[in-house]
T-cell receptor, first 111, second 115 residues
Framework: SQQGEEDPQALSIQEGENATMNCSYKTSINNLQWYRQNSGRGLVHLILIRSNEREKHSGRLRVTLDTSKKSSSLLITASRAADTASYFCATLRSNDYKLSFGAGTTVTVRA | GAGVSQTPSNKVTEKGKYVELRCDPISGHTALYWYRQSLGQGPEFLIYFQGTGAADDSGLPNDRFFAVRPEGSVSTLKIQRTERGDSAVYLC?????????????FGPGTRLTVL
């Protein structure tokens, strides 16, 4: 069974706009990670946020984590066509090592 | 440096056949994971190796699935008597160690199609 759920399932935006997607999960975690996947193949690690962190930035990416609501958000600013991909959140539970993924958000950036 | 590699990239087989999927982790990574991703879903955990031993195989769906990592590096996922429901992308990941915070680096996956 999958731990997380992403919202929305799909998102279509114009190049230059911001894209925001959300992830909710069910159990307490050690950290939460966001991955990108192009064309249904390999996953690229984007960012990791630990349970004691509330916000993290990496380039055009901004991730927030609210452990009281068991939710996270990923913001991509100034989107580009190359950002078109599926984005997955994955949680790592405390004292565990296997990632639990949601079903992903498919983002399409129109030129 | 080289990332995680998986071979073959695509495998088409007939129902009932045996298949082997190979994963070469990043050099020096002691932890290796197999995940399976069905169409429209996120990856689901299958098995985890720490060194040569399978530390957790709780995600393997049934006894037709088996994985080995004899020398603590390359791993092979083996599926016997394949069924159409086994069709999916099989992803391998590795990490340097397992202190629960290590990033897992994923390979490009093997797309398995069972006809």
């Amino acid at each position: 069974s999958q731990q997380g759920e992403e919202d929305p399932q799909a998102l279509s935006i114009q190049e230059g706009e911001n894209a925001t997607m959300n992830c909710s999960y069910k159990t307490s975690i050690n950290n939460l990670q966001w991955y990108r996947q192009n064309s249904g193949r390999g996953l690229v690690h984007l960012i990791l946020i630990r349970s004691n962190e509330r916000e993290k930035h990496s380039g055009r990416l901004r991730v927030t984590l609210d452990t009281s609501k068991k939710s996270s958000s990923l913001l991509i600013t100034a989107s580009r066509a190359a950002d078109t991909a599926s984005y997955f959140c994955a949680t790592l539970r405390s004292n565990d090592y296997k990632l639990s993924f949601g079903a992903g958000t498919t983002v399409t950036v129109r030129a | 440096g080289a990332g995680v590699s998986q071979t073959p990239s695509n495998k088409v087989t007939e129902k009932g056949k045996y298949v082997e999927l190979r994963c070469d982790p990043i050099s020096g990574h002691t932890a290796l994971y197999w995940y399976r991703q069905s169409l429209g879903q996120g990856p689901e955990f299958l098995i985890y190796f720490q060194g040569t031993g399978a530390a957790d195989d709780s995600g393997l769906p049934n006894d037709r699935f088996f994985a080995v990592r004899p020398e603590g590096s390359v791993s092979t996922l083996k599926i016997q008597r394949t069924e159409r429901g086994d069709s999916a992308v099989y992803l391998c990941a590795s990490s340097l160690r397992t202190d629960y915070t290590d990033t897992q680096y994923f390979g490009p996956g093997t797309r398995l199609t069972v006809l």
